[in-house]
């Protein structure tokens, strides 16, 4: 009788400690692991804080424990501050493979005090070419900021501190493929691009400044999590109006003025490289 009620009390004290996880923000030890780096990459703060590390020997990574179909994810960032000219901060979604699916944030460094180029892309069954980039209306090394992924059935949504910047609708009516039957894993990685990142090239990785460090903390996931056993299921214990959530008339309008104002190359509007016609989904958004 007596053991009955302790290991009672014990099952509720887990179901209470389980909900709470399920109802706060995310764990790296839990949700996370890294994947390479060799000790670059560190969880700290009983598993708030995570920071990736990049010297010349080498960068580092991680990635979600999860596989995903659709979701809401925020993270915070705070970017390689001083001179990060040459490195790259690669947040992502991603399902891998030939014909992957992929969802791309990209923070291309600097030197100091000039702008970071926030890059986005998405590739549909392995094809990419959708690049569009931002400078931002803050300095992403002073502080942490949200960005996010909603990623439904309807279109991907980028968001900067809630502020949209990017829409990609769900075009599968008029032919354009839209990510919706591959489950992707969130990766992230600092690395050195300094063939490229900087003024194309032109500014190179200034050794001298390393190790240079980025910082994530308030992870937060509203999402489906797929199994290759059981598919995807999404927690019935969240509210998932997210599943259904388009942009509004404020986010239409907020939109148009990241694009107006930080935008600084947009592959829609690029009709040198596609001589043959822009994509479809250029003309119809
Ligand atoms: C770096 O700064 C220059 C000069 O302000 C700017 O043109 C460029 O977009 C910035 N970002 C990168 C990644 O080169
Ligand atoms: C679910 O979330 C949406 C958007 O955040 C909110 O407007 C709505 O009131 C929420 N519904 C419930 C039942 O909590």
Not at 20 to 34: M, Y
Not at 98 to 127: A, C, M, R
Not at 231 to 249: A, I, M, P, R, T
């Amino acid at each position: 009788m007596r053991i009955i009620k302790v290991h009672n009390i014990i099952i509720s004290c887990l179901l209470l400690i389980g909900f709470a996880v399920a109802a706060s923000a995310g764990n790296f030890n839990q949700d996370f692991e890294i994947t390479w780096g060799d000790g670059r990459a560190k969880v700290l703060n009983n598993g708030q804080l995570l920071t990736l590390s990049l010297d010349k020997a080498s960068g580092s990574g991680f990635r979600s424990r999860n596989e995903y179909l659709f979701g809401k994810i925020d993270m915070q960032l705070k970017l390689v501050p001083g001179n990060s000219a040459g490195t790259v901060t690669a947040y992502y979604l991603s399902s891998l493979g030939d014909s992957h699916d992929e969802i791309d944030f990209e923070f291309l460094g600097n030197l100091s005090g000039e702008p970071y180029t926030l890059h986005t892309n998405v590739f549909t069954q392995g094809k990419g070419n959708r690049e569009q980039q931002f400078h931002l209306w803050f300095d992403p090394t002073k502080d942490f900021h949200t960005y996010s992924l909603l990623w439904n059935p309807q279109s991907i949504i980028f968001s900067v501190d809630g502020t949209p910047i990017r829409e990609f609708k769900n075009w599968e009516s008029k032919g354009v493929p839209f990510p919706k039957n591959q489950a992707m894993r969130i990766y992230s990685s600092l690395w050195d691009a300094e063939d490229w990142a900087t003024r194309g090239g032109l500014v190179k990785t200034d050794w001298s400044q390393a190790p240079f460090t980025a910082s994530y903390k308030g992870f937060n996931a509203q999402a489906c999590v797929w199994t290759s056993s059981s598919g995807s299921s999404c927690s019935s214990k969240q509210n998932q109006s997210w599943l259904s959530q388009s942009l509004d008339s404020t986010g239409q309008a907020r939109i148009q003025w990241v694009q107006k104002n930080y935008m600084i190359y947009n592959y829609c509007t690029d009709t040198k490289r596609f001589p043959q016609g822009l994509p479809p989904e250029c003309t119809l958004a």
